[in-house]
């Protein structure tokens, strides 16, 4: 059956089998330790992407800070997860980071404290995302959370996010 589910998709969409539990977005907490304000997401559509500094993706900041940029107003807030999983691509501390993405990508949408996204220490976050699979692969793989905080749509980290299924993903979100 997941088999079918896969080929009934784009190679850059992950099919989301399950139906798609809600993600309680009160409890996250940003790259500084503080907590993400609650109305930062309320209602609105969200990008969650686990980010590496190291990684052969790592351009992708561009991308992404540009569909915030375009978006933000519309109701999309992109959110960038540092997690170090994939062959150690994501070594430094909270400032390091922030800094590093500052300064080489202007980010400037919400990033989170660095976590597991796989495995035992899977962060609670995640385990509402994915639930139990399948697993992410790699860094800078994106999933699409609807106003009603349901998970919309996953892609894989070779969606650029310029891609046009995954901006159709984002407007038919915002669209709901």
């Known amino acids: 059956m997941l088999a079918f ?3 009934c998709f784009s190679p850059h969409e992950i099919a989301v089998a399950a139906p798609a539990p809600s993600v309680d977005l009160s409890q996250l907490v940003q790259i500084d330790g503080t907590p993400l304000p609650a109305d930062t997401l ?7 992407v ?4 190291k990684c052969g993706y790592t351009p992708q900041y561009d991308g992404l800070q540009a569909l ?5 107003a519309k109701g999309l807030v992109v959110v960038g997860v540092p997690c170090n ?9 909270a ?12 980010v400037d ?3 989170l404290e660095k976590q597991d996204v796989n495995g035992a220490n899977r962060s609670p976050l995640y385990r509402q995302l994915i639930g139990e699979g399948p697993n992410v692969k790699w860094n ?14 996953r892609f894989s980290s070779s969606t650029k996010p310029d891609a046009p299924e995954l901006r159709a993903a984002i407007d038919q979100a915002l669209a709901r």
Request: hydrophobic share 45%.
């Open 5 to 7: 589910l896969l080929a």
């Open 42 to 48: 309320a209602g609105k559509v969200t990008l969650f």
């Open 50 to 53: 686990n980010v590496a500094s």
């Open 68 to 72: 915030w940029t375009e978006y933000k």
């Open 85 to 93: 999983q994939f062959g150690g691509q994501e070594p430094g501390q």
């Open 95 to 106: 400032e390091e980071i922030v800094s590093f993405c500052r300064l080489n990508y202007g």
């Open 109 to 111: 949408f919400p990033l």
């Open 140 to 153: 800078f793989e994106k999933v699409l959370v609807g106003k009603d905080a349901k998970v919309a749509a």
